[in-house]
């Protein structure tokens, strides 16, 4: 069976990875690939050319036609398809669909220093192309 959604995730960022692994111990029809942007053998030309410094700037899912989804429409399709989709139902509303889009593009933009992480910049020296 192909998985729906190819979920590109920084196995580097504590709440990332906790995040994931709830993720991965519900998705018991495993419709959901999980690649951690941070393993070594990320090759970006098997998942539509995300770079790593793209794929670290902002969540990233590959949807089973190919699609690629960003932020939280990548944790809303995740958990619809773990049967959680009520979660996060208040994207579907649409002003607190603005708060929670712009509580994320907050997250997304800081969260290597929120985590206590080094900067992008740093982290690509060994993981980008240059």
Known sequence: MKNK???LFDGGCPLCL???NFLK???ISNQIAFVDINNNDYDQSL???ISYSDAMSNLHGIMENGEIIRG???LAYSYELIGLGWVYY???IKFLSRILRLFYRYWAKYRLQITGRSNIEKLCTS???Q
């Open 127 to 129: 993981q980008c192309e």
């Open 25 to 27: 111990k519900r998705d």
């Open 5 to 7: 959604l190819t979920f």
């Open 47 to 49: 998942f539509n050319d």
């Open 18 to 20: 906790k995040e994931t």
């Open 90 to 92: 208040p994207l579907k």
């Open 72 to 74: 939280l429409d990548v």
